[in-house]
């Protein structure tokens, strides 16, 4: 992948930190992602991924992108674990302002988890009839199917 291809936006605090206008607490850089500490962290030693190529969420990160972010992420997740002595960790991705995203430069968040933290979290859960299911599955089969013709 050509890192020429990436698109920035000037407006985007992301893309100011991605192109150094805007500090941060930089722990990795490659051709295709940084990875930052969240400046308010959940716990410290939260990380914060961001692919080069500006996009609002990850719909609009073309797969190829993605995988290439992707491909550093255990190797992150390793480091933040063994940096902070955690227990666990979340990996989250908020994509639209009604699922938490307030920056709109897609971006992996790695959050290291402890025992008794009291990060609220698990998220509650709903029922799901056999009818709902299947018709939930089918829906989302049809967008796939519908995006092969786009
Ligand atoms: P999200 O709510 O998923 O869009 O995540 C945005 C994250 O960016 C939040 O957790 C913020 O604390 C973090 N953040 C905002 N501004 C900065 C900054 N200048 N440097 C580092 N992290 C930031
Ligand atoms: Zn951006």
Redesign the pocket.
């Known amino acids: 992948m050509n890192p020429e291809q990436y698109h920035t936006d000037p407006n985007c605090?992301f893309c100011k930190?991605l192109n150094g206008t805007?500090p941060?607490k930089i722990v990795y850089s490659d051709d295709h992602c940084i990875a930052?500490?969240?400046?308010?962290p959940v716990n410290h030693g939260h990380v914060?991924v961001v692919p080069r190529h500006h996009h609002k969420d990850i719909r609009e990160l073309p797969g190829e992108f993605a995988a290439l972010v992707a491909t550093v992420i255990p190797n992150l997740a390793r480091a933040v674990v063994q940096a902070t002595c955690a227990d666990g960790f979340n990996i989250i991705i908020?994509n639209g302002l009604v699922a938490?995203?307030?920056?709109f430069h897609g971006?992996w968040?790695i959050i290291p988890r402890f025992l008794n933290d009291s990060v609220d979290w698990p998220w509650p859960h709903k029922a799901y009839s056999d009818e709902d299911k299947d018709q939930m599955a089918l829906l989302i089969e049809q967008a796939l199917e519908s995006q092969k013709t786009d």
């Open positions: 605090l930190i805007i941060s930052f500490l969240d400046i308010r914060l908020n938490g995203q307030t920056i971006h968040h």
